[in-house]
């Protein structure tokens, strides 16, 4: 056998392992395009549904701001301002640092207690424990009365 036919022969047992692995690898790119083009059409939506929000926010801030108008012509007093706890993932977040950086194990636990939550968190550090706090609190529409509570036990603690 000739040293071309050899090499031919070679060649030929590269391609034949090393196609089924191309192919694949093709139809994994393939299938990669496609949810990138499905991404990039989502990101598409949620960027006209974010500019949508905004603009209804732009228009409720201006009632509002009309609303207070009215108020303090009616009343010559400032309208009452009611603080909302944050309510972003982030917001949930920081709450948990600040409640484990500010309060002891027993005190977030004196706090779950004092909302009636205390059988339903989780985690044995502080940290987890207070993540739980505020996860569950949370769930259960109470995020405002936790706030509520480390404002009175900690009023400059930042809460």
Not at 23 to 48: H, I, N, P
Not at 60 to 88: K, M
Not at 136 to 149: I, K
């Amino acid at each position: 056998m000739t040293e071309a036919a050899l090499l031919g022969i070679v060649v030929l047992i590269v391609l034949a392992v090393a196609a089924p692995g191309t192919y694949w690898l093709y139809v994994a790119f393939a299938a990669m395009r496609g949810q990138l083009v499905d991404l990039r059409s989502d990101q598409g939506d949620l960027r006209d549904e974010l500019a949508r929000v905004e603009a209804q926010l732009a228009i409720s801030q201006e009632r509002i701001r009309q609303l207070e108008r009215a108020f303090r012509e009616e009343t010559g007093h400032e309208p009452p301002y009611v603080e909302v706890p944050p309510a972003r993932p982030n917001g949930m977040a920081g709450l948990a640092r600040r409640i484990a950086a500010r309060f002891s194990l027993d005190e977030v636990n004196g706090l779950a207690f004092e909302l009636g939550l205390d059988g339903s968190l989780t985690g044995d550090s502080l940290e987890n424990r207070a993540a739980s706090l505020v996860k569950v609190a949370m769930q259960r529409d109470m995020l405002a009365q936790l706030v509520a509570l480390c404002r009175r036990d900690r009023p400059e603690g930042g809460f």
